[in-house]
């Protein structure tokens, strides 16, 4: 599984057609993408990270992935510095012979990273900039796994 | 080697500092309660344990964790990704 941490934008398209590109044995493909929202009158979120540990953690959860799940390709993309509402923060997506295990997979690495990632959100607003709070519903849906 | 982010980094004032603790600090614990007593912007830092993550060597570490030979500490808020 590949994985990538970057300010840069990604092509979401792109990055889906990499994972069947000449082969012939991908039956699924599932992905997530994680955008920007502008709630309350959000103009901007600047996501910190822990450069070394981020990718560290990062590999760790793909291989656990891999591990329980027959996966053939797999992209993790997170962003980070600076973005505006309707930017993409973060791209999930695995090839599978078959549905399920890629929509579980996906899940699971996106649970997984919402709680191992260290990334930091601060957001900025009418309020200011303020940093965004862990929700413990993150930590209950890494649980289930 | 001591490293900060998010509003510890900025509570604190700095996003590393080089610090030799003493022998008697022994786990995670320890360090914290070591390291609030350095400013009163690190007290204020670190006031709340239950909103402190800690990091050794780029491994999340719990309270009760032997420092042991971790070269590099990292302290931060509970994670906000994806």
């Known amino acids: 599984m590949q994985v990538r941490v970057q300010p840069e934008p990604f092509d979401t398209a792109a990055e889906l057609a990499a994972l069947s590109a000449n082969r012939s044995d991908v039956g699924a493909i599932a992905s997530f993408t994680g955008l920007v929202r502008a709630d309350d009158g959000l103009t901007a979120l600047t996501l910190e990270h822990y450069p070394g540990m981020t990718e560290r953690q990062l590999a760790a959860i793909a291989a656990k992935a891999e591990a329980r799940w027959p996966v053939l390709a797999g992209t993790v993309i997170h962003r980070h510095g600076r973005l505006v509402p309707g930017d993409a923060i973060v791209l999930v997506a695995i090839a599978s012979p078959h549905r399920a295990a890629a929509f579980e997979a996906c899940s699971f690495l996106m649970d997984w990273l919402k709680t191992k990632a260290p990334f930091w959100k601060a957001e900025e607003g009418p309020w200011g900039t303020r940093w965004v709070r862990a929700k413990a519903t993150d930590d209950q849906a890494a649980q289930r796994w | ?82």
């Open chain 2, 1 to 82: 080697m001591m490293l900060y982010f998010a509003w510890v980094r900025e509570a604190i004032g700095a996003d590393q500092e080089t610090l030799t603790p003493p022998p008697t600090v022994e786990t995670v614990a320890d360090l914290l309660d070591w390291l609030a007593a350095r400013s009163p912007n690190h007290a204020a830092a670190l006031a709340d344990r239950t909103a402190i993550r800690v990091a050794l060597d780029q491994d999340f570490a719990q309270a009760d964790t032997p420092i042991g030979t971790a070269q590099e500490v990292a302290i931060f808020p509970p994670i906000t990704g994806g």
